[in-house]
Structure formats: C-alpha cells, structure tokens
Nanobody
C-alpha cells in the first residue's frame, strides 16, 4: 500500500519561501513518477511539477518555472518542493502524487497524499 504524507505547508508573505516534503512509503519507487499538484479555492486541481524517480528528469508548469524546484532524496524516499518568490496566487492546497511509469505526464496519477495548505499573504 503506497502512502504519501505531505508536510511543510504554512503561511508566508509574498516573496517568501516554503519547502514542502512528501514522504513516500509502501514500496520501492524506482519505477515511479512523483508529482505535485495544487488546488485553490473554487478552482480545479492543477499540475505543478513532476519528477522521474530514476534519473531525476523534471517537468514544470509554466506558472512556477524558475520559482519552484522539485527534488528527491532516494535514501529517505522523500520528494521535496522548494517554493521561492511566492505569490498570493500560489495559495492552494498542495498534493503529492505518484504513478507507476517513466513518462513525465500531467495526469493519471494513482496515489495521492492528504494535502498541505500553503497560504501566501500580500
């Protein structure tokens, strides 16, 4: 049973930084792609970034490119999302997700975490 547990959300002023963590457990993730998604109030969930566990290839949404960085720690089975230069429009619940495979795609994720609230004040 795959489990994904996010942590690190909170309240930050515009221009500030936060780092989210996603602790993954339940199996070996070598053949997985890990992703971050977010959902703002009244909006649909949207793709943020994905990383291939083996090799570390990434795919970023245009809205976060240059500001957010995804990384993973193989030893800790943890994926991180470093968010810099945060804007009020980044306010959302952020979800960690996982899917089997090697393709960096923006949909079709099987496993989801419970979400972490990120609030950016202006």
């Amino acid at each position: 049973q795959v489990q994904l547990v996010e942590s690190g959300g909170g309240l930050v002023q515009a221009g500030g930084s936060l780092r989210l963590s996603c602790a993954a457990s339940g199996r070996t993730f070598n053949n997985y792609v890990m992703g971050w998604f977010r959902q703002a109030p009244g909006k649909e969930r949207e793709f943020v970034v994905a990383i291939r566990w083996i090799g570390g290839s990434t795919d970023y949404a245009d809205s976060v490119k240059g500001r957010f960085t995804i990384s993973r720690d193989n030893a800790k089975n943890t994926v991180y999302l470093q968010m810099n230069s945060l804007k009020p429009e980044d306010t959302a619940v952020y979800y960690c997700a996982a899917r089997i495979g090697y393709m960096l795609i923006r949909s079709g994720y099987t496993y989801w975490g419970q979400g972490a609230q990120v609030t950016v004040s202006s």
